[in-house]
């Protein structure tokens, strides 16, 4: 069993700490703005500007594909991004992951679409989510990283809860800026508006690369360098000691992040497709119902961090999961009135208690499988092994489940609660190996 300690460790200063989680938050805003911007085009004007030759459920299902094929690239770039965060330092990694998805994005804003070069449109589209997942690989895991080395052991669910509650940040950014560009004729929507929301993302881009290129290395990684070098014979290769030391813990820490990732994807890029395409909602009543929800999340996560750290992470965490396992269904029968109160209702219960309690507990609980060494590499490769299988496929697969219930809740509601289901078992075994449980 793999144990981390953090007994005798250098300990951070305020300042330093306000700064490490400034740090990571920022670049965390902007890989969920990201994200959270694709998918909300991907269920919106992705098909009608890539794939303007298929029909309206075939063209949803090409767009949420091509949203799903960034996360192809994200354990590769988990992978290599974390060997450097481990190998070389925490900053170096998280200024390479801010630099590729920031150019990505700001790439997509500039593409032509099918109407102007054809077929060579959504090539390029794919190229440019593959580059952009490539970054987003090891982005909020070395902010989860960063920050927990950072914070004091008692109370590293909530500072490790800051990160994950700006991807609501971030997300309620990129339905902000949707939204906007909502009220404009489709004309002018699909001619040129679409780009503005990506072309901003620079913006955000430049202020994080400056506020990384002047952060100072982790306490606890410096540390671990010097012990290191007093230890010659160690293992040099990161990725090489996670997979021989805690597999284990790779697994099932991979496996806890099912439920999460299902969760905040149907929240944040399936429901917006579903409310529009298949429920009839306004496109504006929709962006605003996951915008309010977004808001309940970014105050649910530290509120459930905070309580983490008193009662333990893993049992938050088990308790969102079960939260959104109860909540499946009656959410999209919220969603299927057609209303903006019930759908931001239902939006609001699975991001502010569901997301807020698993996203609040998950930092912690992950951060304290791994030790310090190849802590980077094992929270990289749980969360992003995951995101290929599920994170990525999940609107895809929502959708096909609708389809495949003309039109009706039942089989996503149903897949949303086995993926809930293996995050509590997932929980439930392997939560004895997490300090501080």
Request: charged share 10%; with cysteine.
């Amino acid at each position: 069993m793999v144990t981390t300690t953090t007994a005798g460790r250098a300990s951070a200063s305020p300042a330093s700490i306000r700064k490490a989680v400034t740090a990571a938050t920022v670049g965390t805003v902007i890989e969920w703005y990201d994200y959270a911007l694709y998918g909300a085009a991907s269920g919106l004007i992705i098909n009608k500007l890539f794939f303007p030759n298929l029909s309206p459920v075939a063209g949803v299902l090409a767009a949420f594909a091509t949203f799903a094929v960034g996360y192809f690239a994200r354990p590769v770039g988990g992978i290599v991004i974390a060997h450097i965060g481990d190998k070389f330092g925490r900053k170096p990694a998280l200024i390479l992951t801010i630099a590729l998805m920031g150019l990505a994005t700001v790439g997509m804003g500039l593409l032509p679409t099918y109407g102007q070069i054809g077929a060579l449109a959504p090539v390029l589209l794919v190229l440019m989510r593959l580059i952009q997942g490539f970054g987003a690989g090891a982005e909020l895991a070395g902010a989860i990283v960063l920050v927990a080395e950072y914070a004091p052991p008692n109370r590293r669910a909530f500072y490790t809860g800051l990160p994950n509650a700006a991807t609501l940040v971030g997300i309620m950014l990129a339905t902000l800026s949707f939204l906007f560009i909502s009220y404009l004729p489709e004309e002018t929507l699909l001619g040129w508006a679409w780009r503005v929301p990506f072309l901003l993302s620079g913006v955000l881009f430049l202020v994080a690369l400056y506020i990384r290129k002047h952060l100072d290395e982790t306490p606890e990684y410096v540390e671990a360098v010097a012990r290191a070098e007093e230890r010659k014979h160690e293992q040099q290769v990161p990725i090489g000691q996670l997979f021989r030391e805690s597999p284990k813990e790779v697994l099932f820490g991979f496996l806890s992040v099912t439920g999460h990732n299902a969760n905040a994807y149907i929240l944040s890029t399936f429901s917006l497709s579903y409310m529009t395409n298949t429920v009839g909602m306004a496109r504006s009543d929709g962006l605003i119902a996951v915008t309010i929800g977004s808001l309940f999340g970014i105050i649910g996560v530290p509120f459930l961090g905070t309580l983490a750290d008193r009662i333990g992470s893993a049992k938050v965490y088990m308790g969102g999961a079960l939260f959104v396992l109860l909540l499946a269904y009656p959410l999209f029968l919220m969603l299927d009135t057609g209303s903006l109160f019930w759908s931001a209702v239902g939006i609001s219960l699975g991001y502010g208690i569901g997301f807020g309690a698993m996203a609040g507990a998950q930092g912690a609980f992950l951060a304290n499988l791994f030790p310090t060494r190849y802590r980077f590499s094992g929270l990289a490769m749980s969360r992003e092994l995951n995101g290929v299988l599920v994170a990525g496929p999940t609107p895809f697969i929502a959708a096909t489940l609708v389809a495949a219930a003309d039109g009706k809740p039942i089989y996503v509601a149903a897949y949303l609660m086995a993926c809930c289901a293996l995050t509590i078992i997932a929980v439930l075994t392997i939560q004895h190996r997490s300090v501080h449980e």
